[in-house]
Protein backbone atom coordinates (compact mmCIF):
# COMPACT_ATOMS: atom_id res chain seq x y z
CA UNK A 1 0.00 0.00 0.00
CA UNK A 2 1.42 3.39 -0.92
CA UNK A 3 1.96 5.37 2.05
CA UNK A 4 1.51 9.68 1.84
CA UNK A 5 4.86 10.25 3.63
CA UNK A 6 7.49 7.45 4.22
CA UNK A 7 10.52 8.42 6.63
CA UNK A 8 13.89 6.82 6.12
CA UNK A 9 17.29 6.62 8.32
CA UNK A 10 19.02 5.93 11.45
CA UNK A 11 17.99 6.00 15.10
CA UNK A 12 17.42 9.22 14.95
CA UNK A 13 14.62 8.87 12.41
CA UNK A 14 13.54 5.24 14.25
CA UNK A 15 13.66 6.65 17.55
CA UNK A 16 11.30 9.48 16.36
CA UNK A 17 8.09 8.85 17.88
CA UNK A 18 6.28 11.40 17.06
CA UNK A 19 6.24 10.42 13.52
CA UNK A 20 3.51 7.71 14.38
CA UNK A 21 1.08 10.70 14.42
CA UNK A 22 1.40 11.24 10.73
CA UNK A 23 -1.31 10.16 9.38
CA UNK A 24 -0.69 7.63 6.32
CA UNK A 25 2.83 7.16 6.84
CA UNK A 26 5.47 4.80 7.54
CA UNK A 27 8.87 4.98 9.59
CA UNK A 28 11.21 3.18 7.72
CA UNK A 29 14.16 4.23 10.03
CA UNK A 30 16.73 1.44 11.12
CA UNK A 31 19.49 2.55 14.44
CA UNK A 32 22.76 1.78 12.87
CA UNK A 33 22.33 2.32 9.88
CA UNK A 34 24.79 4.49 7.35
CA UNK A 35 24.04 6.09 3.45
CA UNK A 36 24.62 2.01 2.17
CA UNK A 37 22.22 0.44 4.11
CA UNK A 38 19.58 2.99 2.90
CA UNK A 39 20.37 1.58 -0.71
CA UNK A 40 20.22 -1.76 -0.01
CA UNK A 41 16.87 -1.03 1.72
CA UNK A 42 15.45 0.68 -1.74
CA UNK A 43 16.75 -2.14 -3.28
CA UNK A 44 15.75 -4.67 -1.29
CA UNK A 45 12.39 -6.49 0.04
CA UNK A 46 11.04 -3.07 0.68
CA UNK A 47 11.45 -1.90 -2.73
CA UNK A 48 7.49 -2.14 -3.30
CA UNK A 49 6.69 -0.50 -0.09
CA UNK A 50 8.85 2.12 -0.24
CA UNK A 51 6.39 4.77 -2.38
CA UNK A 52 4.59 7.18 -1.83
CA UNK A 53 4.30 11.12 -2.36
CA UNK A 54 6.90 12.37 0.31
CA UNK A 55 10.40 10.95 1.13
CA UNK A 56 11.61 12.33 4.26
CA UNK A 57 14.87 11.26 4.94
CA UNK A 58 18.38 11.80 7.29
CA UNK A 59 21.68 9.89 7.01
CA UNK A 60 25.35 10.62 7.10
CA UNK A 61 26.73 10.51 10.75
CA UNK A 62 26.94 7.27 11.00
CA UNK A 63 28.67 6.83 8.07
CA UNK A 64 31.30 9.54 9.45
CA UNK A 65 31.44 7.92 12.61
CA UNK A 66 32.44 4.90 11.15
CA UNK A 67 35.22 6.70 9.12
CA UNK A 68 33.86 6.28 5.77
CA UNK A 69 34.67 9.16 3.39
CA UNK A 70 32.64 12.09 2.30
CA UNK A 71 33.07 11.34 -1.09
CA UNK A 72 31.72 7.66 -0.68
CA UNK A 73 28.77 8.95 1.40
CA UNK A 74 27.75 11.64 -1.17
CA UNK A 75 28.06 8.56 -3.91
CA UNK A 76 25.41 6.77 -1.83
CA UNK A 77 23.06 9.95 -1.62
CA UNK A 78 23.09 10.45 -4.71
CA UNK A 79 21.99 6.87 -5.49
CA UNK A 80 19.14 7.00 -2.58
CA UNK A 81 17.73 9.98 -4.08
CA UNK A 82 18.11 8.66 -7.89
CA UNK A 83 15.92 5.85 -6.62
CA UNK A 84 13.59 8.31 -4.68
CA UNK A 85 13.20 10.15 -7.88
CA UNK A 86 11.50 7.54 -9.89
CA UNK A 87 8.65 6.82 -6.55
CA UNK A 88 8.26 10.07 -4.63
CA UNK A 89 7.10 13.27 -5.83
CA UNK A 90 8.77 15.31 -2.77
CA UNK A 91 12.23 14.41 -0.91
CA UNK A 92 13.06 16.35 1.92
CA UNK A 93 16.53 15.69 3.04
CA UNK A 94 17.05 16.62 7.00
CA UNK A 95 20.31 18.18 7.60
CA UNK A 96 22.76 16.04 9.64
CA UNK A 97 22.69 17.38 13.40
CA UNK A 98 25.93 18.18 15.04
CA UNK A 99 27.34 15.71 17.35
CA UNK A 100 29.81 16.45 20.50
CA UNK A 101 33.01 16.10 18.10
CA UNK A 102 34.08 19.10 16.46
CA UNK A 103 36.28 17.49 13.41
CA UNK A 104 32.97 15.31 12.60
CA UNK A 105 30.85 18.10 12.78
CA UNK A 106 33.35 20.06 10.28
CA UNK A 107 32.13 16.82 7.75
CA UNK A 108 28.85 16.83 8.81
CA UNK A 109 28.81 20.82 7.61
CA UNK A 110 30.62 19.75 4.40
CA UNK A 111 27.71 17.37 3.40
CA UNK A 112 24.97 19.62 4.64
CA UNK A 113 26.75 21.80 2.05
CA UNK A 114 26.59 19.61 -0.91
CA UNK A 115 22.90 18.67 0.12
CA UNK A 116 21.82 22.01 0.32
CA UNK A 117 22.88 22.36 -3.34
CA UNK A 118 21.09 19.91 -4.88
CA UNK A 119 18.18 20.31 -6.68
CA UNK A 120 15.85 17.38 -7.05
CA UNK A 121 15.19 17.71 -3.20
CA UNK A 122 13.89 19.88 -0.82
CA UNK A 123 16.71 20.30 2.07
CA UNK A 124 15.32 20.95 5.61
CA UNK A 125 18.45 22.71 7.89
CA UNK A 126 18.19 22.78 11.23
CA UNK A 127 22.24 22.12 12.09
CA UNK A 128 22.32 25.79 13.63
CA UNK A 129 19.01 25.40 15.93
CA UNK A 130 21.43 22.09 17.78
CA UNK A 131 25.11 23.50 17.84
CA UNK A 132 26.48 25.77 20.73
CA UNK A 133 29.20 27.91 20.92
CA UNK A 134 31.78 25.20 20.76
CA UNK A 135 30.86 23.88 17.92
CA UNK A 136 29.08 20.63 19.32
CA UNK A 137 25.82 19.22 19.77
CA UNK A 138 24.53 21.53 22.74
CA UNK A 139 24.04 19.21 25.55
CA UNK A 140 20.15 19.87 25.89
CA UNK A 141 19.27 18.35 22.88
CA UNK A 142 21.07 14.93 23.29
CA UNK A 143 21.10 12.15 25.34
CA UNK A 144 24.70 10.91 24.76
CA UNK A 145 26.21 13.54 22.57
CA UNK A 146 24.73 11.98 19.23
CA UNK A 147 20.67 10.58 19.73
CA UNK A 148 18.57 13.58 20.17
CA UNK A 149 16.74 14.03 24.00
CA UNK A 150 13.03 14.63 24.03
CA UNK A 151 13.59 18.32 24.18
CA UNK A 152 15.96 17.64 20.47
CA UNK A 153 13.06 15.85 19.67
CA UNK A 154 10.50 18.65 20.18
CA UNK A 155 12.58 21.18 18.13
CA UNK A 156 13.80 18.46 15.01
CA UNK A 157 9.67 17.88 15.03
CA UNK A 158 8.51 21.60 15.33
CA UNK A 159 10.61 22.31 12.23
CA UNK A 160 9.97 18.96 10.43
CA UNK A 161 5.94 19.66 11.08
CA UNK A 162 6.23 22.52 9.43
CA UNK A 163 8.48 22.13 6.52
CA UNK A 164 6.37 18.60 5.93
CA UNK A 165 3.03 20.90 5.12
CA UNK A 166 4.65 23.01 2.98
Known amino acids: MEKNIIFLGDSITAWNT ?54 KIISNIEEIISILKNRFEKIIFISLLPIDNVKINNEIKKLNNFLKNIDEIKFLDVYNLFVNEHEMIDYKFTTDGVHLSNYGYEILNKELFKFISL
Open 18 to 71: SLKNIENSENFGVPGFISRDIVWQLQGDYEETISGYTAVIMVGVNDLMMGISTE
